[in-house]
T-cell receptor, first 117, second 115 residues
Framework: AQKITQTQPGMFVQEKEAVTLDCTYDTSDQSYGLFWYKQPSSGEMIFLIYQGSYDEQNATEGRYSLNFQKARKSANLVISASQLGDSAMYFCAMREGPKGGSYIPTFGRGTSLIVHP | KAGVTQTPRYLIKTRGQQVTLSCSPISGHRSVSWYQQTPGQGLQFLFEYFSETQRNKGNFPGRFSGRQFSNSRSEMNVSTLELGDSALYLC??????????????FGSGTQLSVL
């Protein structure tokens, strides 16, 4: 079973509008961390935002916010006021408790976001 | 602070050859992990090193190997290349032992093409 599911292979948004990228996860651990990374065409994955399983408030980082719904096991990324430079692949990832002594993250398949002028 | 550096940026090899990729982590980071990224399989974990010890290994054949040096720099090696090894290989570093809240810092990757 997929641990991280991103159901939107591609998304289009108009510049200056908000967009939500979906992510659902599957874990039986109580303590885990959820991350979003951005990968522009240059290839480098860039950390955007983090949400801990015990955090009661939704995480925010500038124009990025994470809509965390623990009971539904979803961690959607919201980008407000989209910019042309937001066009990239976006990956949702999860770190569960240690397995074999390490905390290997699991990544979703990604969502390609294109921002139109 | 300099970011994660991967060399070379691009590599073209033929089937049967071997290849070595290099990764220099952020200064002070002791953990280095490697990922293979392909359009079909997405991001797949290869291995993780901490203080020169392999801490975990993904589900890849023995042709894929790696090591970490005392300065935390890491190399991965793929022997007897196959066409299916064509991929973007990403290296990531993190400060330490790993935890559920530890984010990864990625390099720009090495794009390997096997002909």
């Amino acid at each position: 079973a997929q641990k991280i599911t991103q159901t939107q292979p591609g998304m289009f948004v108009q510049e200056k509008e908000a967009v939500t990228l979906d992510c659902t996860y599957d874990t039986s651990d109580q303590s885990y961390g959820l991350f979003w990374y951005k990968q522009p065409s240059s290839g480098e994955m860039i950390f955007l935002i983090y949400q801990g399983s015990y955090d009661e408030q939704n995480a925010t980082e500038g124009r990025y916010s994470l809509n965390f719904q623990k009971a539904r096991k979803s961690a959607n990324l919201v980008i407000s006021a989209s910019q042309l430079g937001d066009s990239a692949m976006y990956f949702c990832a999860m770190r569960e408790g240690p397995k074999g002594g390490s905390y290997i993250p699991t990544f979703g398949r990604g969502t390609s976001l294109i921002v139109h002028p | 602070k300099a970011g994660v550096t991967q060399t070379p940026r691009y590599l073209i090899k033929t089937r049967g050859q071997q290849v070595t990729l290099s990764c220099s982590p952020i200064s002070g980071h002791r953990s280095v992990s490697w990922y293979q990224q392909t359009p079909g399989q997405g991001l797949q974990f290869l291995f993780e090193y901490f203080s020169e010890t392999q801490r975990n290994k993904g589900n890849f054949p023995g042709r894929f190997s790696g090591r970490q040096f005392s300065n935390s720099r890491s190399e991965m090696n793929v022997s007897t290349l196959e066409l299916g090894d064509s991929a973007l290989y990403l290296c990531a570093s993190s400060p330490g032992l790993g935890a559920t809240n530890e984010k990864l810092f990625f390099g720009s990757g090495t794009q390997l093409s096997v002909l």
